[in-house]
């Protein structure tokens, strides 16, 4: 069995290989890799203002009532608070949004709370399996420093730097052709 992750599942790839014995490989695209090291991308007042909309959601749950919501991706040109508020946020998220598809854009704010202590770097030492990272390095969302500081504990991995943004992966000709890299390292690893 390998494990697939982008972006947060990225860094679940990295601690689930790092706790479940018998992943053959890993692949981890654009990792979220550290919230220490994200929240350092993050303007101060969208660090206080997810704060503070956490706090009511977590103040709403310990109350059992139903979620305070926050945009997933706000609109940083009209200054509109997201989980996710860089510049290329919200057109990044709505062109991997296929055309007619439902698409809320809303979750639990608490969401702003855990994103800090997430820190998938700390277990990239007990991965034992191969293990290939894609490392933006214009990511917005998740320093490439960060991701290649993960890669360097890795014992058995690969990476491939891109010239690109978070979402540039996910879209057109950088697409096809991290897709065809990604292919050839599960092969390589799983059909061996």
């Known amino acids: 069995m390998a494990l697939w992750g982008t972006s947060f599942s990225g ?18 695209q654009v990792p ?5 090291a994200s929240i350092s991308l993050i303007p101060l007042r969208s ?11 977590l103040v709403r749950m310990i ?6 919501l926050i945009p997933i991706v706000g609109d940083a040109t009209l200054g509109v608070f997201g989980a996710l508020n860089a510049p290329d946020c919200r057109e990044g998220v709505l062109a991997i949004v296929p055309e007619g598809a439902p698409f809320t854009n809303e979750c639990p704010a608490r969401i702003c709370l855990t994103l800090v ?11 034992p399996c191969p293990a290939l990272f894609i ?19 890795v014992s058995n991995a ?16 950088l ?13 390589k690893h799983l059909l061996a």
Do not use: C, M, W
């Open 11 to 28: 860094g679940h790839v990295i601690v689930t290989a790092a706790r479940v014995p018998g992943i053959r490989a890993i692949v981890s």
């Open 32 to 36: 979220f890799v550290d919230g220490i």
């Open 47 to 57: 660090v206080i203002a997810g704060f503070i909309h956490g706090l009511r959601d």
């Open 63 to 68: 109350t059992f009532r139903r979620p305070h």
């Open 117 to 127: 202590q997430y820190r998938p770097i700390r277990y990239a030492k007990k991965i």
């Open 135 to 153: 490392i933006a390095e214009r990511d917005s969302l998740i320093p490439a420093k960060a991701v290649r500081t993960t890669v360097a504990r």
């Open 158 to 173: 690969q990476s491939v730097e891109l010239d690109a943004g978070h979402f540039e992966v996910y879209v057109g000709d």
């Open 175 to 187: 697409f096809e052709k991290v897709v065809a890299i990604e292919a050839n390292f599960l092969a």
